[in-house]
């Protein structure tokens, strides 16, 4: 039997705040307590709300942008609660607000959840420009606030394992990536990937008469290239449909290279090729539980320094690089950082 949830409407703020208080106080003594969240969603996503509670979260409460579509998908999603707006959102007995919405609500609603005193999860790395980031973390920061960003890298066993060993390979000469994911959201996922194995990006390219290689395959034209700091060239094709945990990433260095294609990493130096077989991800939106359970920890701990994964920082960083290869797309060459 579908439950029809109460529709709620602003309050005093102080009343919100106030409760929060005394959820940290008795967190203390009941550290198990559950985290209350609430859920901003256009409505591109309808499993959201199961895999956060799957990843430790209560949702009471749901925000869409029609006050009808707020109590019709909180009754679909299993949520007491229905939002008539932002401020009633704000204004309710809540820890955190996970963000399902395209830039630049995504970026309006973090920055208000941030001041009003919640954590913020991203639920994809999508941002209408990068100070909004800056603004959110800074805000968020400065209240002792988690700001978390949902990237299905971080969740990708095969990348931490690179990002463990990648040292002994000795100095990197070249990183490749065939197949991808295309668009700002994949694009965002591959920059983190790159900037996690080889630190500091110095100069972008997206533009084929420039790039230090056309093709990676005869199939797979270079569509993004990287200098980094380290002096390793990263050359990446992306494609329609294409997925981190499918694409192929051969990473060379001085003293022998790795292949990962998804659970797999092939290695092989002086002492000949071996197998690693990592363990497997959830199978939904993995970059979503895993930012969830940051949250989580730094909710429940009252430390948000506990977050192991992506932050507002961390976007910030791959819009900036994304910014620079529209602008080597648009007016050839490398783009300097």
């Known amino acids: 039997m579908t439950t029809v949830p109460e529709l709620v409407a602003p309050r005093d703020p102080g009343l919100s705040r106030a409760w929060r208080s005394d959820r940290r106080t008795a967190r203390r003594r009941q550290p198990d307590l559950p985290v209350a969240m609430a859920l901003v969603t256009d409505g591109s996503e309808r499993s959201t709300a199961d895999v956060l509670r799957d990843a430790g979260v ?3 409460g749901l925000l869409a942008p029609e006050p009808l579509e707020s109590l019709a998908w909180a009754a679909e999603a299993k949520a007491p609660r229905a939002y008539s707006d932002l401020i009633a959102l704000l204004s309710d007995d809540i820890e955190a607000v996970c963000i399902e919405m395209s830039p630049p609500a995504s970026d309006i609603v973090a920055r208000r959840a941030a ?6 999860l991203l639920a994809k790395p999508a941002t209408a420009e990068a100070e909004a980031l800056r603004a959110v973390a800074d805000i968020a920061e400065d209240a002792d606030l988690a700001h978390v960003v949902a990237l299905d890298g971080r969740a990708w066993p095969a990348a931490w394992h690179v990002q463990a060993s990648v040292h002994s390979l000795g100095r990197l000469s070249q990183i490749t990536v065939v197949g ?4 700002p959201i994949g694009r965002a996922e591959i920059i983190d990937l790159t900037l996690r194995w080889c630190g500091e990006i110095l100069a972008v390219c997206a533009d084929p008469g420039s790039m230090p290689a056309t093709t990676l395959t005869p199939d797979a034209p270079v569509t993004l290239a990287l200098l980094a700091a380290n002096g390793t060239t990263i050359l990446i094709n992306e494609r329609m449909g294409g997925e981190i945990a499918t694409a192929t990433v051969t990473v060379c260095g001085e003293a022998g290279r790795m292949v990962v294609q998804g659970r797999r990493v092939r290695r092989q130096d002086g ?10 991800v959830p199978a939904e ?9 940051d949250v989580v920890r730094a909710t429940e701990l009252d430390d948000p320094a506990l977050v192991r994964g992506a932050t507002f920082h961390d976007l910030l960083t791959a819009t900036r690089l994304q910014v620079a290869a529209a602008a080597s797309h648009k007016r050839g060459g490398w783009v300097e950082l």
């Open 271 to 280: 002492t000949g090729v071996r197998d690693l077989w990592m363990p497997t």
């Open 180 to 183: 991808a994911p295309s668009g």
């Open 58 to 60: 209560d949702v009471v």
């Open 285 to 293: 939106r993995p970059g979503l539980v895993e930012a969830t359970y």
């Open 115 to 120: 001041e009003a005193g919640l954590h913020v």
